[in-house]
């Protein structure tokens, strides 16, 4: 892959692993993902009651909107949201950890693959 900016902390960073930040000059300018994920939780960290409020203060205001963006949402993301629903309630009702929910999303996956070992053969 391309090196296209190097990070003073994170060394030399690919396509992925940037974002863009603006044009200065007729160039594009880029910063590090990583690097900034670090500052928007620092920030949030930071500035979390001020941020709530105003988050709180927009769907006051724009409850229509809100829920068209909810509704939007989840039409889209459907089979994600219940998937992730059906493993909260079993992760409640069994009373499992995340190591557990992974080690069981990892016996699934075998299981399939097996089966389709089974069924057409090892390719």
């Given at each position: 892959m391309t090196i296209i900016k190097t990070c003073k902390k994170h060394g030399d960073l690919t396509q992925n692993q940037i974002i863009k930040s603006g044009i200065t000059h007729g160039n594009q300018r880029y910063k590090?993902?990583?690097?900034?994920?670090?500052?928007?939780?620092?920030?949030y960290i930071k500035n979390?009651?001020?941020?709530?409020?105003?988050?709180?203060?927009?769907?006051?205001?724009?409850?229509s909107r809100y829920n068209e963006l909810n509704k939007y949402y989840r039409e889209r993301?459907?089979?994600?949201?219940?998937?992730?629903?059906?493993?909260?309630?079993?992760?409640?009702?069994?009373?499992?950890?995340n190591s557990h929910l992974i080690a069981r999303r990892k016996l699934i996956k075998v299981l399939i693959q097996l089966?389709?070992?089974?069924?057409?053969?090892n390719k």
């Open positions: 590090c993902k990583l690097c900034m994920k670090e500052v928007h939780r620092n920030n979390k009651e001020k941020i709530n409020e105003k988050t709180s203060e927009y769907k006051r205001n724009n409850r993301y459907n089979e994600k949201l219940t998937k992730e629903h059906d493993e909260l309630v079993l992760q409640r009702r069994l009373g499992l950890t089966s389709e070992i089974e069924r057409y053969g």
